[in-house]
């Protein structure tokens, strides 16, 4: 059974430009949450993505957005980038929308500078 | 006023030592309790999870959720230096990622 793996690890990009992050699902998980977690903060709900629908999003503007692919792997987007949008970004796999067992990657730290 | 308080610590306790963290929340709707452990540059990995009121025990780790007062509680029994990590407390109206609120975790240091 493989894990929940994030790409890249780390990122810088400077304000205004465009990242792509990436999430491989854990084995038999339909559905991916992405969050993002603020140095000392608990992680925030961005979105949610269940067999390939957006199925919930979080108090995060349009710039955020994602997809879910075939196989459950899934991209965040985050276009403009601002300087508050760097963060530990978490994306966490589960099955049937459920939330009580989330399974999450080691996160793709990003500064924006 | 946060969701969800969580005293962010840092909490240092000599190994063997009981530990005793806990969260206080506001909204009554909550149903779905969660308790993460997170090493320094890893994503949260879930300990331990409890539906409603009552305790829960798996090997070292007891959950509490007291409803009436709003508070749930993770005890840790005979503490070693591998539980230094940050303990996020997380809660739920119901069983959706979507809805779930964490703590802002606190900081653990177990001391050999």
């Known amino acids: 059974e493989t894990g929940v793996t994030q790409s890249p690890t780390h990122l810088i990009k400077t304000r205004g430009q465009q990242v792509t992050l990436r999430c491989s699902s854990q084995s038999g998980h339909n559905t991916v949450s992405w969050y993002q977690q603020a140095l000392g903060q608990g992680p925030q709900f961005i979105f949610q993505y269940y067999r390939e629908e957006e199925n919930g999003r979080g108090n995060f503007p349009p710039r955020f957005s994602g997809l879910q692919f075939p196989n459950y792997s899934s991209e965040l987007n985050v276009n403009a980038l601002e300087l508050d949008d760097s963060a530990l970004y978490l994306c966490?796999?589960?099955?049937?929308?459920?939330?009580?067992?989330?399974?999450f990657g080691s996160g793709t730290q990003l500064s924006v500078l | 006023q946060k969701e969800v308080e969580q005293d962010p610590g840092p909490l240092s306790v000599p190994e063997g030592a009981i530990v005793s963290l806990n969260c206080t929340y506001s909204?009554?709707?909550?149903?779905?309790f969660m308790w993460y452990r997170q090493y320094s540059r890893k994503g949260p990995e879930l300990l331990m999870y409890?539906?409603?009121?009552g305790n829960k025990e798996d090997g070292r780790f007891t959950a509490q959720v007291d409803k009436s007062s709003k508070y749930i509680s993770l005890f840790i029994r005979d503490s070693q230096p591998s539980d230094s990590a940050t303990y996020l407390c997380a809660m739920s109206p119901y069983s959706s990622a979507s809805k779930i609120i964490f703590g802002s975790g606190t900081r653990l240091s177990i001391r050999p």
């Open positions: 966490a796999s589960s099955q049937d929308r459920g939330g009580e067992k989330l399974f």
């Open positions: 909204n009554s709707a909550f149903q779905y």
């Open positions: 409890t539906y409603s009121s």
